[in-house]
């Protein structure tokens, strides 16, 4: 139903960055390396385009750091992994998501909290 | 190069972002574009819009500044503060002016008939009054033109003046309103 892509949308938006530093954490990903495995993880609602957007954010906010390689016969492409402050974020961000995810759940399904 | 993407290196330009910093952006997106299937499979529905995922790309990148809230609030209230005034003024033009305020009052001695305040309607009566006082016999209207309300005259100085700065703020502020919003929407 588009009300629930609508909400799903709305809360991945706010842990995105960290979906994506999880991912880069695997290894250095490009753009759009990065939206087909944020894909194949079951997050299909993720706006593809805004991937760019937010890679740019966590640039500027020197959470990754970029560095530019050959591609397999194509032009060299840009790739992201995270910096050291980036890691740190990413692990501050993972502690606030679990609080956050355990108060939620004892709120929305507190049979199974209790 | 891929017109999407020279769609948003146009777009980077126009917004102020420099030269190599446009040129990377584009290459990054152009390499990409290179793998994906198709426009929309790599970009969904910014697929259909440049110039938004371009101007987006460029904010968060921090290579524009962001939109100024503050600055477009004021104009706003600027232009209806102008308007306010010049309208304002047009009304205290139109009410007080001396068509208005001057009053023929049409009077037989020593009791007033009444007060017009159409000059062509006054003038009609005059007419009829002069027209009466060959046919009928005293009292005769006496017609006479009065100024009822002296402060008409500064009433309408002063809306002319609220009309005259209303629209001289407000012309030159639509304009620049009107010309941002088609540079928003080029």
Sequence with gaps: MAVDVGRRTQLLRGVLDLCALAIMAEGPVYGYELTKRLRERGLTMVGEG??????????????????????NGGPPRKYYRPSAAGSRAFAAGISEWQATRDALDSVLQPEVTQ | MNEYVAECRREWRRLGVSSPIADEMA???????????????????????????????????GVVPPPRRGLRAGLVAALAAFALA????????????????????????????????????????????????????????????????????????????????????????????SRRLVLRRA
């Design chain 2, 86 to 177: 010049a309208i304002a003024g047009a009304l205290l033009m139109t009410f007080s002016s001396p068509s208005h305020s001057e009053r023929l009052v049409v009077a037989t001695v020593p009791q007033t008939v009444s007060v017009l305040e159409r000059p062509a309607v006054a003038a009609a009566l005059m007419a009829a009054a002069a027209a009466t006082r060959s046919n009928v016999t005293p009292p005769p209207p006496v017609l006479r033109l009065a100024t009822i309300d002296d402060a008409g005259v500064d009433a309408d100085t002063v809306g002319l003046v609220l009309l005259i700065v209303g629209l001289a703020g407000f012309l030159p502020l639509a304009l620049l309103a």
């Design chain 1, 50 to 71: 805004s991937i760019y957007p937010l890679l740019a954010r966590l640039e500027r906010e020197g959470l990754v750091e970029t560095y530019r390689a050959a591609s």
């Design chain 2, 27 to 61: 290459a990054e997106l152009e390499a990409d574009l290179d793998e994906a299937p198709s426009l929309d499979e790599a970009l969904g529905t910014d697929a259909a819009d440049a110039h938004a995922f371009a101007r987006r790309w460029a904010l968060e990148r």
